[in-house]
């Protein structure tokens, strides 16, 4: 397993304004300016294709050219909220595991 002692800097972010940031268990997460979110890790990355893993941040493709506002992350799901740019409303998208219908989609498995 390798493990960085010291901070090392993310050079696939370099030069992005970052307005938040999650870390969960085994991933990863930031909103850069405008609204743009990306994901790093493994789990439920929401990078579709059923992708898993990525060593560096890669963007997530939001439905509706929506922008990320926010990110929480658990080992197996994910929750966004989101807004259209100019809007006042916000939205929730949620991707992963949806057992128990923690997703708050409607699906149980």
């Known amino acids: 397993m390798l493990h960085h002692r010291e901070p090392k800097a993310i050079e696939a972010l370099k030069g992005s304004r ?16 405008p609204g743009t979110l990306y994901c790093w890790g493994s ?23 929506r922008l990320a506002l926010q990110i929480a992350l658990s080992p197996d799901h994910a929750v966004c909220v989101t807004k259209i740019e100019g809007s006042v409303t916000n939205a929730i998208f949620a991707w992963g595991k949806a057992s128990r219908g923690k997703l708050g989609v409607g699906d149980v498995s």
Not at 18 to 33: L, T, W
Not at 43 to 65: A, C, F, H, Y
């Open 43 to 65: 789990g439920p990355l929401g990078l579709g294709s059923n992708r898993l893993s990525t060593k560096v941040p890669e963007q997530v493709k939001l439905p509706m050219d």
């Open 18 to 33: 970052i307005r938040f940031i999650a870390a969960g268990e085994f991933c990863s997460a930031c909103v850069a300016d």
